[in-house]
């Protein structure tokens, strides 16, 4: 007797051909993304075992020296520690701000498949190497600062081709929404990273590096061979990104007219120019704007953690654990910006309104967040809310509008360009933050928190004009209501 139908089964064959497709391609660039971010984490969480309080763990062992430092990893075993850490950020970080901008021209013209699912393996590599130091027993620091760079720069391959693809799914009707909820792939792939480096950290740092490392290259070898690039290339209805009524009859009219006319293949628009994409309206705003929001997200994804351990004098696994509260609040975070957004129609003025609300938060964390452990969770999850929420609706919901605004005139390929200025613009700021934080926390985590919130005032003043433009749309749009 042959078994009914798995009820899995039976729900795919219930729903639309394109609503499988395009869950399909939601999963598999939610999964990339989380693998990338995933392989990112470790570094926060290793650097409490690469420079640990030696004194806690009893005397030294070594009877031919007193140093203080016997237990740390050279060549961070010195005063400058935090210096060097510095370095290994940047070291990421500005080979992945500058190899941002070349990244998206290459993804308009290269297949994105190839080149996101080729970019994620070699990033594997290069996480696995930075692990490999500790059991090759490695001690220079050119070593890890040029596995860094490498890394950074094969890094710029996953965002513009993810965003891409989802644009390529999605029109503008609830982006932000979905792509709200698909971007917590940067706080999950956080979380999942901070996790499996604990779980290794004070035992065999290096295998922080490695798993991570191995997890980014399996996912890759997956997209390969399932992910799909364009609707068009298996039948599907494209999304509408700007149609408005008129249109769409016009549209309607078209077709029926054409209806019995042989169809000609339609010319491929080129893909367009760094300048070009420059001169999207709004653009240049949005990009300025996440680099000083960035450069607040990725100080806290890099420098949480020992803060943690500074501050509240925890253990680097403990420390690493909570630092996650930071990412589950940049879930929340995105897709309420997301949904907020979608409803109101007003990207900017959402961003604007997180950022003014996180100076304060920034500055109360710093003073009363470690008053006890239910203080500290509530505030790095508000904070991880209101810093990452902006960041994400940028990187998102905003970039894939831009890279479909209507002044394009239906040329969809200036998405994987328009995501790669904005994010690697941000990319600046987010080189900057870490190398900032470095530099400013021997005088005082205080004066780390004052930088960090200076720059979220300057983001939210980057985005006036485009306010400003939003509340005049409001306004023009209350007046016609009321018959003005």
């Not at 080979?95 to 190839?114: D, K, T, V």
């Not at 293949?265 to 000083?292: D, N, T």
């Not at 961003?351 to 996180?358: G, N």
């Not at 890279?403 to 994987?416: C, F, P, Y």
Request: net charge neutral.
């Amino acid at each position: 007797m042959r078994a009914a139908l798995a009820p899995g089964v039976r729900l795919l064959r219930a729903l639309p051909r394109d609503s499988r497709y395009r869950g399909l391609t939601l999963v598999l660039t939610f999964l990339s993304y989380t693998s990338y971010h995933l392989s990112r984490k470790p570094i926060s969480i290793v650097k409490s075992q690469l420079h640990p309080n030696c004194s806690a763990l009893g005397p030294n062992p070594h009877n031919d020296s007193n140093s203080s430092t016997w237990c740390s990893w050279a060549p961070f075993d010195g005063d400058n520690y935090k210096e060097l850490f510095g370095a290994l950020d940047n070291a990421f970080l500005v080979a992945y701000a500058i190899g941002m901008f070349i990244s998206g021209i290459f993804g308009e013209r290269l297949p994105l498949r190839y080149y996101l699912s080729g970019g994620m393996v070699v990033s594997g590599l290069f996480t696995a190497l930075f692990g490999l130091g500790y059991f090759w027993d490695i001690h220079v620091l050119w070593y890890f600062i040029v596995v860094q760079v490498c890394n950074g720069l094969v890094q710029t391959t996953g965002w513009p081709a993810v965003v891409a693809c989802v644009g390529n799914w999605f029109g503008k009707g609830k982006r932000g929404l979905i792509m709200g909820i698909w971007n917590s792939h940067t706080s999950v792939g956080n979380i999942l990273g901070s996790l499996i480096a604990g779980a290794w950290v004070s035992s065999a740092w290096g295998l922080s590096f490695i798993v991570p490392g191995i997890i980014i290259t399996t996912v890759g070898i997956i997209c390969f061979f399932f992910l799909v690039e364009y609707p068009e290339d298996v039948d599907c209805s494209p999304p509408l990104h700007h149609v408005s009524r008129t249109d769409s009859q016009r549209a309607w009219q078209s077709s029926v007219d054409h209806s019995n006319s042989p169809k000609e293949p339609a010319e491929e628009p080129e893909a367009i120019s760094f300048l070009g994409a420059l001169r999207i309206p709004g653009v240049v705003e949005f990009s300025l704007c996440l680099l000083f929001a960035k450069l607040v997200s990725y100080t806290f994804l890099y420098w949480l953690p020992l803060y943690i351990v500074n501050v509240a004098h925890f253990g680097a696994k403990e420390a690493g654990d909570l630092s996650t509260l930071f990412d589950v609040g940049g879930i929340l975070g995105g897709i309420f910006a997301g949904l907020i957004s979608d409803y109101t129609g007003g990207r900017a003025t959402t961003c604007c309104v997180m950022l003014v609300l996180a100076a304060p938060m920034l500055f109360l964390y710093n003073h009363v967040g470690q008053n006890g452990i239910g203080i500290s969770i509530a505030m790095l999850i508000i904070c991880g809310a209101l810093v990452n929420g902006p960041y994400a609706l940028i990187t998102t919901a905003v970039s894939a509008d831009l890279g479909t605004h209507e002044s394009l005139k239906g040329n969809a390929r200036a998405l994987s360009t328009v995501t790669a200025i904005i994010d690697g613009t941000g990319s600046v700021g987010a080189a900057l933050g870490p190398l900032l934080a470095g530099l400013i926390s021997p005088t005082g985590w205080n004066n780390v928190f004052y930088m960090l919130i200076a720059a979220d005032v300057l983001a939210c003043l980057l985005l006036a004009r485009v306010v400003v433009k939003e509340a005049r749309g409001w306004c023009g749009y209350m007046a016609r209501q009321r018959g003005y």
